[in-house]
């Protein structure tokens, strides 16, 4: 479709062909495998933290979700899935000043489900292959695993193996705040359209999508037309996701080779092998004067989007932090990293 499906019907030949052109193409780009469903939800990524627990007690009779709880969103999940069944935590994080992801996590036979997110978007830390991976089958001890692929989804490759259920807001790399893809593995989906469930609001119902091909209600048609553009335009300029992997490494190594040999600024995480590539909070000195001088600096200098008012309370000043979604190139960061340099030196003269 040329124009955007602004004044079309969702169940058009014509929204239906742009919808199974973005499936295709979301599949072919991350490589899912035929053994998943796509599914187009409602709720965002808010919408999953109910869904997950409601769509698995319908599956698992007496079910048990183990939450690791590594930052701000997995924290708000877990509270969500306590509303609805027996949720526990083992890894429990405190604080938002986060250093580290747990280096090794044991879960005990009888899980059904664990759930992790693999990017904490506000924390900085990142569940990622070359640094701590996700849990791998002989860890998960028999449970599913579900992880929120809210804010590193289209940003690396994903192992399909290792997963049961995947979902991502569009608002970060895939599209525009308003629509929310699920990835979930057919057989379960199966399972629970055989058993239908009375006790779940009909648009967390994840087998309402599936029966529908996600036309359960009107889906957010112009995000999806949205996720389409992106996924061409990925294509268009990066070819891969591996591309897109290397890029989104080398924007994150420039901004951490320049956070770890600064005077003034300093990485929110130490522990490397945890640090995000997509989002990087950092301290600029230890007074808030510094903090707000340097996003004057910035904004005079054309940069804006560091700070972020969470609705996360800190213990001390709230960092700043760098997000490097898809959407910003390697000159974008090189640009962010010499004004930082610049403005150290400008407080160096000052001193
Ligand atoms: N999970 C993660 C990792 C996020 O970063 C966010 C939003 N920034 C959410 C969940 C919540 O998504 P939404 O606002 O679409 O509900």
């Known amino acids: 479709m040329e124009i955007p499906p602004l004044e079309i019907s969702h169940r058009s030949p014509e929204f239906g062909d742009l919808l199974e052109r973005t499936n295709r193409k979301l599949r072919t780009f991350m490589n899912i495998p035929d053994e998943f469903a796509v599914l187009w939800t409602h709720g965002g990524g808010h919408g999953q933290f109910s869904a997950v627990p409601l769509n698995m007690k319908a599956l698992f009779p007496d079910v048990k979700g183990e939450y690791l709880v590594t930052g701000t969103w997995s924290a708000k999940a877990f509270r969500e899935a306590q509303k609805f069944i027996k949720a526990t935590c083992t890894v429990e994080?405190?604080?938002?000043?986060?250093?580290?992801?747990p280096p090794s996590i044991g879960?005990?036979?009888?899980?059904?489900?664990?759930?992790?997110?693999?990017?904490?978007?506000?924390?900085?830390?990142?569940?990622?292959?070359d640094g701590r991976p996700l849990l791998n089958r002989a860890q998960l001890n028999g449970a599913k695993l579900v992880v929120d692929m809210s804010s590193d989804f289209m940003t690396k490759r994903v192992d399909w193996r290792l997963l049961d259920v995947a979902f991502a807001c569009t608002s970060k790399n895939l599209g525009a705040a308003g629509a929310n893809v699920l990835i979930v593995r057919k057989h379960l989906l199966d399972e629970l359209e055989g058993r239908g469930s009375d006790a779940i609001p009909c648009t967390l119902d994840w087998s309402n999508y599936y029966k529908t091909d996600s036309l359960y209600n009107t889906p957010a048609t112009f995000n999806i037309y949205i996720v389409e553009q992106v996924l061409d335009q990925a294509v268009r300029q990066h070819g891969t996701i591996e591309?897109?992997?290397?890029?989104?490494?080398?924007?994150?190594?420039?901004?951490?080779?320049?956070?770890?040999?600064?005077?003034?600024?300093?990485?929110?995480?130490?522990?490397v092998a945890s640090r995000s590539n997509l989002n990087i909070p950092f301290w600029v000195g230890d007074h808030e004067a510094n903090r707000s001088a340097f996003l004057k600096y910035c904004h005079e200098h054309n940069i804006v989007g560091l700070r972020t008012k969470t609705p996360f309370p800190y213990e001390r000043n709230?960092?700043?932090?760098?997000?490097?979604?898809?959407?910003?190139d390697l000159e974008q960061v090189h640009t962010l990293v010499e004004t930082m340099r610049k403005f150290e030196l400008t407080c160096a003269t000052r001193d």
């Open 107 to 129: 879960i005990s036979r009888g899980t059904d489900y664990v759930y992790l997110c693999s990017n904490e978007t506000v924390n900085g830390l990142e569940f990622r292959e």
């Open 93 to 101: 994080t405190h604080g938002l000043e986060l250093d580290t992801l």
């Open 243 to 271: 591309r897109i992997e290397q890029i989104s490494r080398e924007k994150a190594r420039m901004v951490y080779t320049f956070l770890d040999q600064s005077r003034l600024f300093r990485a929110v995480v130490s522990d």
């Open 318 to 328: 709230e960092p700043l932090r760098v997000s490097l979604y898809n959407g910003v």
